[in-house]
């Protein structure tokens, strides 16, 4: 275990956040022999801990302090507390995410230059491409213990996958399969294959799904150069006169304000919390908040276009056995305007229990229509719809002054409204998704609304001109060098893949980045 690092200590660099983002990042770091203390808001917990009860674990690990919604989105209705289901814990939603690993495909890092002009749509190329991203990916890949990638078989299909394949087959579609998943198929990388359990939602009691908690953190952690600082909450971001940053200023896990000095700092609190947190920094040198001389920060905010279908069938499925994001279809994830709409969706196996069905097969309903929808609870398949929503700026993040946290703070206020593609999409994977079902014998189908979901994205983009985001290809600041953003903010569009994968590979990118600057002082 590392040494604990001195407050005053301004060589280190202060990772906040330690999921996917900032938690590989602090491992890569700490490898390199950079010292790094990372500040976690949440607690610790390891395999033994997770609860496979979804209520129960809801309450373990899910961020439940108070958040505000606006706009036209279902989620402002039916879950106005709640705008995204994320983790508050070291490991982040790297311990809830179901584990799919997809790289990004060619087109979706050029978005503007694809799409084109898309009215209401702020469309913008990333400032790095596919080609760039390849040999990181790959790197990312191994650390994941990808399947289907390297020599890693992929994982079996359970019930809920033969039938989203058997309807998906009947449909013509071709890309189909157990996915690529950062499950393990064998033993690799001193953790065991997966022992279809389900509850992956819930953290994996096996560790057979990759989660930073119990990989990244300790092996940095092993190094010696790694601090971590669990139930550490961060209230802002503070800087000297020539706008670096030197430090942050948090509350420790007994409430006491402490001032950690850093020569780095990296936000890496995911989509809602990193911009509330560059916004709370606010100063008289950066009235508008930290890193804003764009005005775009919290800007473009991205959740993916999604939705389900449920489907009940004459015989039992029991969707619930095995691993819970089993399978996917990846024919509608082309970029094919022919159908009323631009980008694409990958269709993805999810099964929920009981508990959550009923919170989330359609919000607020009840009588018998809802109800002998779950009497069919065993005889059902569902799938989750997963596509590339439009960014919007005035789809945003901003700090709601009227509610505050436990330590005075103003909360965020996620303000969201669909862009008509995103709408078209969604309608398209709902009319083929019913149609998949219906072709293998469902007796009823349930499109069902989005629910909150952990794909957050946007919020502090990359640009290459400083005007249209918040941070450079290496996810640096464009007006405060020694401050970078390390998460799914970074993300300049949200392709139709989900992010974890690709927010890993720009972590280890990112770790050799800041590395090789600090070795030659220009950080």
Same mark, same amino acid.
């Given at each position: 275990m ?7 200590d301004d ?5 906040i956040?330690?999921g996917?983002?900032g938690g ?5 770091l ?12 949440g607690?610790r917990y390891?395999?033994?801990?997770y609860v496979n009860?979804e209520?129960?674990?809801f309450?373990?690990?899910a961020w439940?302090?108070?958040?505000t919604?606006s ?11 709640l705008?995204?289901w994320?983790v508050k814990?070291? *490991?982040?939603?790297?311990i ?7 790289r990004?495909q ?12 898309v009215?209401g749509a702020?469309?913008?190329d990333?400032?790095i491409?596919?080609a760039e991203?390849?040999p990181w990916?790959e790197?990312a ?15 079996? *299909?359970?019930n809920?996958?033969?039938v989203?394949?058997? *309807?998906a087959?009947?449909l013509g ?19 065991m294959?997966?022992?279809?359990t389900?509850f ?10 990759w ?13 010696g150069?790694?601090?971590?600082r669990?139930?550490?909450?961060v209230?802002r971001i503070e800087?000297?006169?020539d ?25 890496a609190g995911n ?12 100063s008289?040198?950066f009235?508008d908040g930290?890193a ?15 939705g ?13 056995? *095995?691993?819970?994001m089993?399978?996917?279809?990846q024919?509608e994830?082309r970029?094919?305007?022919s159908r009323g709409?631009?980008?694409g969706y990958e ?17 607020g309903?009840?009588?018998r ?12 398949a569902?799938?989750?719809?997963v596509?590339e929503d ?12 009227e509610?505050k946290?436990?330590f005075?703070m103003?909360?965020?206020n996620v303000n ?6 995103d709408?078209?999409m969604r ?14 014998g ?5 499109p ?5 979901s952990t794909?957050n994205?946007g ?5 290459e001109n400083p005007r249209?985001g918040?941070v ?9 060098p ?11 569009s949200?392709a ?10 720009l972590?280890?990118r990112?770790?050799d980045?800041i590395?090789?600057?600090l070795?030659k002082?220009?950080?």
């Amino acid at each position: 275990m590392a040494a604990p690092f001195d407050l005053k200590d301004d060589s280190v660099v202060v990772v906040i956040g330690t999921g996917a983002g900032g938690g590989v990042l602090a491992n890569e770091l700490a490898q390199k022999g950079v010292s790094v203390v990372a500040l976690e808001a949440g607690g610790r917990y390891l395999p033994e801990d997770y609860v496979n009860d979804e209520w129960e674990s809801f309450g373990q690990l899910a961020w439940l302090e108070p958040r505000t919604t606006s706009g036209d989105w279902r989620v402002a209705k039916d879950f106005s507390g709640l705008p995204a289901w994320i983790v508050k814990a070291v *490991g982040g939603t790297s311990i809830h995410w179901a584990g799919a690993s997809l790289r990004f495909q060619e087109h979706e890092w050029k978005a503007r230059t694809t799409y084109g002009n898309v009215p209401g749509a702020n469309l913008l190329d990333w400032p790095i491409d596919g080609a760039e991203m390849a040999p990181w990916y790959e790197k990312a890949e191994a650390k994941l213990g990808v399947t289907r990638t390297g020599d890693r078989p992929g994982l079996p *299909g359970n019930n809920n996958y033969k039938v989203l394949e058997a *309807g998906a087959k009947a449909l013509g579609y071709k890309e189909v399969s157990t996915g690529r998943m950062a499950i393990n198929s064998i033993d690799y990388d001193e953790r065991m294959p997966c022992q279809q359990t389900g509850f992956c939602f819930q953290g994996c009691k096996w560790g057979a799904k990759w989660s930073s908690a119990y990989t990244d953190i300790p092996r940095g952690e092993a190094t010696g150069n790694l601090e971590v600082r669990d139930r550490c909450h961060v209230l802002r971001i503070e800087h000297g006169d020539d706008g670096r940053v030197t430090g942050v200023v948090y509350a420790d896990r007994d409430g006491v304000e402490q001032f950690q000095a850093a020569k780095v700092v990296c936000v890496a609190g995911n989509s809602i919390e990193s911009p509330r947190l560059l916004l709370n920094s606010a100063s008289s040198m950066f009235p508008d908040g930290l890193a804003n001389s764009s005005g775009q920060v919290g800007r473009n905010y991205m959740r993916h276009t999604t939705g389900s279908v449920y489907a009940v069938f004459p015989e039992p499925v029991r969707m619930w056995r *095995g691993t819970t994001m089993a399978g996917i279809v990846q024919d509608e994830a082309r970029h094919d305007p022919s159908r009323g709409f631009v980008g694409g969706y990958e269709f993805e196996t999810l099964s929920l229990g009981l508990p959550f069905m009923a919170a989330f097969l359609d919000p607020g309903a009840w009588g018998r229509e809802f109800t002998s929808a779950l009497d069919g609870y065993e005889n059902m398949a569902g799938l989750w719809i997963v596509g590339e929503d439009m960014p919007q700026e005035t789809n945003r993040v901003t700090l709601n002054t009227e509610v505050k946290d436990d330590f005075g703070m103003p909360v965020p206020n996620v303000n969201f409204d669909d862009h008509p593609n995103d709408v078209a999409m969604r309608n398209h994977a709902y009319g083929r998704g019913e149609a998949l079902y219906r072709a293998v014998g469902a007796t009823r189908v349930f499109p069902t609304p989005p629910y909150p979901s952990t794909h957050n994205l946007g919020t502090n983009r990359m640009s290459e001109n400083p005007r249209d985001g918040v941070v450079n290809a290496h996810g640096q600041s464009h007006d405060v060098p020694n401050l970078f953003v390390s998460d799914g903010s970074q993300f300049t569009s949200g392709a139709a893949e989900n992010p974890t994968l690709t927010i890993v590979a720009l972590a280890i990118r990112q770790a050799d980045h800041i590395a090789s600057e600090l070795a030659k002082g220009n950080i």
